[in-house]
């Protein structure tokens, strides 16, 4: 573990955190299933929100600035994630993300379908449906054994098959952090001699890694805005590749997917990502993202808010092992700031003291969540996170499993 932060640092980290209201009144270690917005954050929404009712809600200028809103954000995000702007599209939530190249894909009878036993239930839902519906098969590599060692890249190898079309891999997965090499998979899929596209879930990647997707070569990238970057439920986006762009057509289609004639007769796609938007949304969460997305980025690079989110994930992680109570799904140091346990009754995980637990400490202004895959509970810490808050969270866990279990 690294040193904990300078009194200049913590100064500066102590003054950032006041922009967050739940940060004053909790101890908030739930960021991978929904990060808190910044005071700033919100009055960006009731500002634009504003705009559009002084502008008239339904008006030419309202629409000429949702074009350019739309415009800036798809800029922001792009720039974030190092890939041309024409590549992104706005959706609502990482399962629509996913849905888009998972409807769009031109499937026909026996081709395979290849992800993790790691994966979120609505997609491993929308595969199953596929599978009903065209006559596509599926299977399930297990990546869950590499948690504490192992070779992800090796399994998935070992699990492609001839007839393999694509791959939906996570790149952290949700309920143990692992981040996977999301760069060597992608190649390993190229290089088939039938190349596989890969698909990956990126719910717990973007506004937690550094990432570089023209470098990492994945297909599909489903992303949020709502978790690690701390901005707006609702909005999200999709990364498609420039290669993987005429692979896909889309399924939900709207005026913002289509170019029209003088008479507005429809007249094909849009050339780019915007072909996979649809129609209205709430205009006035893009001036939201954009805000948070900024905050991120005015405390730090993406580089340094990762390698802070690591060493308190791990400070963490190593806080757990002394708890007896507790043991950790991770033997190995965390690779992310998702740390998840067991809460142990006669040397068992038990699932109902999980949920006793967490209801007991969301009670008293702590706020953890409980997995079912595996059952268990799980901590999120984030740059924003205090050393003394990850510290008084593993005294708490003590203290609070003894009287529990007393």
Request: with cysteine; hydrophobic share 40%; proline share 6%.
């Amino acid at each position: 573990m690294h040193d904990s932060l300078t009194l200049t640092d913590l100064d500066r980290l102590t003054r950032h955190r006041q922009q967050f209201p739940a940060l004053e009144r909790s101890q908030y270690f739930n960021y991978g299933g929904q990060g808190p917005m910044a005071q700033a954050t919100l009055e960006a929404i009731f500002q634009a929100h504003q705009q559009i009712q002084t502008l008239g809600p339904f008006s030419q200028k309202v629409n000429q600035w949702v074009v350019t809103e739309a415009m800036q954000t798809r800029q922001t995000i792009a720039a974030e994630l190092n890939v041309p702007t024409s590549t992104i599209s706005l959706t609502e939530d990482v399962t629509l993300g996913c849905n888009i190249p998972l409807w769009g894909l031109p499937w026909q009878r026996g081709d395979h379908i290849l992800l993790s036993d790691c994966e979120h239930p609505g997609v491993v839902a929308a595969v199953q449906e596929i599978c009903r519906r065209y006559g596509v098969t599926y299977t399930v590599c297990p990546l869950m054994q590499t948690v504490n060692g192992g070779d992800p890249v090796a399994v998935i190898a070992d699990h492609l098959r001839p007839s393999t079309r694509l791959l939906i891999i996570s790149h952290i997965f949700w309920n143990t952090g692992q981040v996977l090499p999301l760069k060597a998979i992608t190649q390993l899929c190229h290089s088939q001699p039938s190349p596989v596209w890969v698909l990956a879930d990126a719910a717990q990647s973007v506004g937690c890694l550094p990432l570089d997707l023209t470098d990492l070569e994945v297909d599909f990238y489903a992303f949020t805005g709502h978790k690690w970057w701390c901005g707006p439920a609702g909005l999200a986006g999709l990364y498609v590749s420039p290669r993987a762009l005429e692979a896909i057509q889309p399924t939900f289609i709207g005026w913002r997917s289509i170019t029209t004639d003088a008479s507005g007769n429809p007249t094909g796609w849009k050339p780019d990502g915007q072909r996979f938007e649809v129609a209205t949304s709430d205009y006035a969460l893009l001036a939201g993202l954009r805000t948070a997305i900024a905050l991120q980025s005015a405390w730090g690079t993406p580089g340094q808010r990762y390698q802070r989110l690591c060493q308190l994930g791990q400070r963490l992680w190593h806080g757990l092992a002394q708890v007896p109570q507790i043991r950790r799904v991770r033997q190995t140091r965390p690779d992310s700031g998702l740390v998840s346990f067991w809460v142990l009754q006669k040397g068992e995980p038990s699932p109902p003291l999980h949920h006793q637990l967490v209801e007991r400490l969301e009670a008293e202004g702590t706020f953890l969540r409980t997995l079912l895959m595996p059952h268990c509970v799980r901590a999120c810490v984030h740059y924003l996170t205090l050393e003394a808050e990850v510290d008084q969270l593993v005294e708490t866990l003590g203290h609070t499993l003894a009287q529990m279990q007393a």
